[in-house]
């Protein structure tokens, strides 16, 4: 069977707001809680959550980054075609 991952994510247009919220997370702030406030896509509803996917299904810097995460880990700013990810790997 596939290798599958569950991750959240916050999704910006700019980069400065990316830094901005890689910032408050740094410094102890809430992932689900930032990605209500900030995100700009859909899964804000429900804290950034992604559910679970397999390899070939996100887009390439995307499914990279997340899949070189540990559970819990939360990655740097990832640029993709829709914007600016800051992305936890949640299971």
Do not use: W
Not at 54 to 71: D, I
């Amino acid at each position: 069977m596939a290798e599958k991952i569950r991750c959240a994510h916050i999704l910006v247009e700019k980069e400065s707001v990316a830094k901005q919220v890689l910032e408050k997370l740094n410094n102890g702030g809430d992932f689900a809680k930032l990605a209500e406030e900030y995100s700009i896509d859909g899964s804000r509803r429900r804290g950034g959550d992604l559910g679970f996917f397999g390899r070939g299904v996100m887009v390439k810097e995307f499914e990279n980054a997340s899949f070189a995460l540990k559970p819990g880990e939360v990655s740097g700013i990832v640029k993709t075609q829709f914007g600016y990810h800051i992305i936890k790997r949640l299971a």
